[in-house]
């Protein structure tokens, strides 16, 4: 198991890359001073880790490589906070799956 760390909140807005991240979702093998979600990259759902980069950092990336922009596009659902919740009926699936591989938080 490779543990990552994504920087930030437990929100579905967190787990979803932005448009301008080329590489996916990125994260972090080393453990930050501040909060960030842990992430086990064993399980993830639809999508996978790859290491980009430095040595610890990592991407989180579809497993259908021609589905990254439509998950980064769906970043801009959770633009208010009563879109940015779990509640959600809209998450995409990249989304839920890094959910999915969510053991905790740190910080």
């Known amino acids: 198991m490779t543990t990552l760390y994504r920087y930030g909140n437990y929100t579905p807005a967190n787990f979803t890359p932005r448009?301008?991240?080329?590489?996916?979702l990125s994260t972090n093998s080393a453990a930050p001073a501040q909060r960030a979600q842990v992430l086990n990259s064993t399980i993830l759902v639809a999508t996978q880790a790859v290491q980009t980069g430095a040595a610890t950092h990592y991407s989180i990336q579809p497993l259908a490589p021609n589905t990254l922009l439509a998950w980064q596009m769906s970043r801009g659902q959770y633009d208010t906070p009563a879109n940015n919740n779990w509640d959600n009926i809209n998450i995409y699936a990249c989304t839920s799956g890094v959910r999915?591989?969510?053991?905790g938080q740190v910080n």
């Not at 999915?100 to 053991?103: G, I, M, S």
């Open 19 to 24: 448009p301008a991240d080329a590489d996916g």
């Open 100 to 103: 999915n591989a969510r053991t």
